[in-house]
């Protein structure tokens, strides 16, 4: 995951990505990828990852493709942070990923397709 962050932060940097903006995308893309390599892959190391960087008129996408389980429906779309009212002890330790991918870009799309995932994560700045 460093090298992945690393060559995502020199990317967003070659882009023009402000760093708070670059920041935040790094962290969906950390989270979108462990969850690919826990969840869709089981923990398996023989699983392929493919992730893509562009910039689009003034946005940064990244692309994300796998052949690993897929995000069960309506789980990313219905994903929400829970508000603990200051209460740290009673954040849960796991279960925020997709949450946090979510309140970390400004846009994204989920197509799997043919035993193909695809997540797109957008982020202006």
């Known amino acids: 995951m460093t090298e992945l962050a690393a060559k995502l932060r020199a990317a967003c940097a070659d882009f023009g990505l402000d760093e708070v903006a670059a920041g935040d995308l790094e962290l969906a893309v950390v ?3 462990t969850n690919v390599i826990v969840h869709g892959y089981g ?4 699983g392929i990852l493919k992730v893509g960087v562009r910039r689009d ?7 994300l493709t796998d ?14 942070l829970p508000d603990f009212d200051d209460d740290v002890s009673a954040i849960p330790t ?3 990923g997709l949450a946090l991918i979510k309140a970390s870009v400004d846009a994204w799309r989920y197509l799997p397709s043919a035993g193909r995932n695809r997540l797109i994560l957008i982020k202006r700045g």
């Open 94 to 96: 796991s279960g925020r």
């Open 43 to 46: 923990g398996a190391d023989d």
């Open 57 to 63: 008129d003034g946005e940064v996408h990244v692309e």
């Open 67 to 80: 052949a690993g389980a897929p995000i069960p429906p309506g789980a990313l779309e219905n994903a929400e």
């Open 31 to 33: 989270e979108a990828a």
